[in-house]
Every structure is written in structure tokens, then in C-alpha cells.
């Protein structure tokens, strides 16, 4: 069975920092890329940032130089550091992996960036 967990998320000022972790469950993580995804109402769901099964990274636009995605293939977690964030970073958090073609996420973790 496929989990993931979101955790992390909270309220923080702008230019504050998080550190968003994605616990997952199965030996499914050191074969799947995994991913992080973030929704605001009204909105769909956009990527933030990727990570290969080897550590290859990519990020949004929106995010390059101030978030870092990064893995642990022996806790099986995934991590998003977020730092500089900005009052538009507000957004529910969430992990995802691709299994087969099969889409899979976690419930969440809301990040609101206000003062």
C-alpha cells in the first residue's frame, strides 16, 4: 500500500523559513521519482519542485533559489526546504509519487506566509 505523509507546514513571516517532510510507506520509494505540488483556492495544482530516484532536482520557476528538494532512500522521506518565502508561497503542500502510470498523494500540509 502506497502512504504518504505530509508534515511540516505552518504559519511563518515573510523571508521566514519550513521544512516540509513527506514519510512515506513501501519499499516503492527508491524506485519512483517523487514530487511536490502546491494548490491555493480556486487554483489547480502546480508543480513546486521534482526529484530523480539519483537526486536529479528540478524546480519551478517561481521557487528556483529559494527551495531545495531532497531525499533520504533510507528513511524513505522527502523533504522541501522552503527559505525567502513570500506571502504568495500560501498554498496546502503535497508530495506525490507516479506508480504505474497511477497517481498518488499525500492529504497535505498547509504553509501560510503572512506577518
Known amino acids: 500500500q502506497v502512504q504518504l505523509v505530509e508534515s511540516g507546514g505552518g504559519l511563518v513571516q515573510p523571508g521566514g523559513s519550513l521544512r516540509l517532510s513527506c514519510s512515506t510507506s513501501?519499499?516503492?520509494?527508491?524506485?519512483?521519482?517523487m514530487g511536490w505540488y502546491r494548490q491555493t483556492p480556486g487554483k489547480q495544482r502546480e508543480l513546486v519542485a521534482s526529484?530523480?530516484?539519483?537526486?536529479?532536482?528540478t524546480y519551478s520557476d517561481f521557487v528556483k533559489g529559494r527551495f531545495t528538494i531532497s531525499r533520504d532512500n533510507i528513511k524513505n522521506t522527502m523533504y522541501l526546504q522552503m527559505n525567502a518565502l513570500k506571502p504568495e508561497d500560501t498554498a496546502v503542500y503535497y508530495c506525490?509519487?507516479?506508480?504505474?502510470?497511477?497517481?498518488?498523494w499525500g492529504q497535505g500540509t498547509q504553509v501560510t506566509v503572512s506577518s
Open positions: 513501501g519499499s516503492f520509494f527508491r524506485l519512483n521519482a
Open positions: 526529484i530523480t530516484v539519483a537526486g536529479r532536482t
Open positions: 506525490n509519487t507516479v506508480i504505474l502510470l497511477d497517481n498518488y
